[in-house]
């Protein structure tokens, strides 16, 4: 299995940027897609983009798709997600995921096996 830990999230203005990332500790992170996912309060986890195990195949939510950039670096075992032109929706719990080869259709929550424990990302109007 895979330990996933988020980071980077924070306070920023609306048309700000951040860079979250997802450091993979445990089975090697190369042998899993990623996922990005968000939660605002009291709405339903949705998903913002994905990565697929070489870094080849990416997917994106319509809402984040020209603002989110995905991408990973396998020899350091970490993901990110590179978010430009943040919008005061753009406010949400961030948590990266480990999706399994044939886990399932990647814009699925379901289709992920391992959660990090989130973090917070806060855009101010």
């Known amino acids: 299995q895979v330990q996933l830990v988020e980071s980077g999230g924070g306070l920023v203005q609306a048309g700000g940027s951040l860079r979250l990332s997802c450091a993979a500790s445990?089975?090697?992170?190369?042998?899993?897609?990623m996922g990005w996912f968000r939660q605002a309060p009291g709405k339903e986890r949705e998903f913002a983009a994905f990565?697929?195990?070489?870094?080849?195949?990416?997917g994106y939510a319509d809402s984040v798709k020209g603002r989110f950039t995905i991408s990973r670096d396998n020899a350091k075992n970490t993901g990110y997600l590179q978010m430009n032109s943040l919008k005061p929706e753009d406010t949400a719990v961030y948590y990266c995921?480990?999706?399994?080869?044939?886990?399932?259709?990647?814009?699925?929550?379901?289709?992920?096996?391992?959660w990090g424990q989130g973090t917070q990302v806060t855009v101010s109007s």
């Open positions: 995921a480990a999706r399994e080869i044939g886990g399932g259709d990647y814009f699925q929550s379901g289709a992920y096996s391992y």
């Open positions: 445990g089975r090697t992170f190369g042998s899993y897609g």
């Open positions: 990565i697929s195990r070489s870094g080849g195949i990416t």
